[in-house]
């Protein structure tokens, strides 16, 4: 493993480049009014982070994304853990989650902005609606294929259903519960940002949108750059983490 | 050495199969004492039962008649304490080290820390792996990890050890110098051992005594004794006497493996 680590940050840096090189082609090719170059977007960005008007945007996004995430996960993982162990619950409630996250989210967006009103509580929970279920679906199945054998083993050691299920399910089940909560990221900033860019006063999707309004290409590229690399980051820090954990199993 | 470790009387398991309808007459009845201290082995063709049978000992399956006791005391549904079983399936568990599976259980215990280090440096050393206490369970072979699973159970210093045909998915150099561990830890632990295996030669090998099962429902035909000495290893294998032992084995259980492909056993040999 150790020895495939510089390759593997060659590759990174080299995909890099060639999406830098390929911003700049496309900014020479459709011109300023629709596309800024890739410096001139790090340029905007950094006078926003200058900028007093930014940060409470900024908070607005992390605090209802940090929150929409936290719901998801503990909800998705409950679903997830109850489905997983009751074979009959699973096997009536598992084609109902199938089928509501089948249903486009944004068409659920009216109702949500109804029950929770213009604001933080309806983008907290638009943003868990996308989350909770891909978390629920992939525990599930990381519950149901621990191998027989292990739970054999704990029941030969005479482990309590508690001890059976935080010390020899829980543990075998993480990897695969793992992947579920790094897909459970993404899908819930992308409903976080849907929800603040529908009316919102506030948020980077606010910003984005208002920038659309106004025809400020600076704002939208600055904003969607910031968001690019916000997801990038942490999709590849829980990526390598999930690596690891399957790598052990 | 003649005390009964384990009694078996009249012991039956029928399964029902849910859905498909009907019973499955498993095991039995089938009546069997383990003499405390000895080394006992069951052979016998595929899906008779060889397994059902260990579980009813384990406690992880209840019998649908009869009794089975240990050390006395009846095994209802639960392992008693004091056995121990070791799985053909690699039973490590994957998010933990080398020293962390075989402690597992001393943890559950509650040991102090002190015994519970001991215990584990002398199981690790019994098992010849030193030097991979923080290793992984995917780091290492498979044999190793059978050692991991081995050595997990010896730390609870079980007087009874339960082996599921633990070299199965072992190659063959590996299977007879695990023989000769689990042999040399019977002899120092001192446990009586009870191990299923669908090899003949690994049974005749490391026995005291070996029962030989019939097709389904289980019954046992024959037990065939060995008289190896307590001291002994893998050179058994050269002595005379091995062939003919492995032999008789195969004698008997030749007719039986034949009912179980469903085939008839050919020309019956001494009006068996």
Known sequence: MTEHKPRAWRNALAVLAALVVGWQILHAVVGEVALRSPWETV????????????WPNFDETMTAFAAALAIAVATGLAIGMLLGFSRLAGEVFEPVLVALYSIPKVTLYPIVLLAFGLGMQAKIAFGAIHGIIPIALFTINAVRNVRPILIKTGRVMKLTTWEMVWQVLFPAAIPEIFTGLRIGFSLTLIGTLLGEMFASQRGLGY??????????????MSVTFMLVVFAAVISSALLAIDRVLHGRA | MSVAHVTLRGVTKVFSRPGKGGEV??????????RSGEFFAVVGPSGCGKSTLLELIAGLATASAGEVAFEGRPIAGEIPDGVGVVFQEDACFPWLTVVDNIAFSLRKARLAPGERESRVRDAVAMMGLGGFERSYPAQLSGGMRQRVCIARTLVMKPRLILLDEPFGALDQQTRLLMGEEVLRLWRQTGATVFLITHALDEATMLADRIAVMSARPGRILEIVETGWPRERDSRVVEDARFGALTARLWQVLRQESMKSIGRPGGVPEGGA
């Open chain 1, 207 to 220: 910003m984005l949108m208002n920038g659309i309004g106004l025809h400020n290409v600076d704002v939208i």
């Open chain 2, 25 to 34: 007459h498993a095991l039995g009845p089938l009546d069997l004492d383990l």
């Open chain 1, 43 to 54: 340029a905007y960005t950094a006078k926003l982070f200058a900028s007093r008007d930014f």
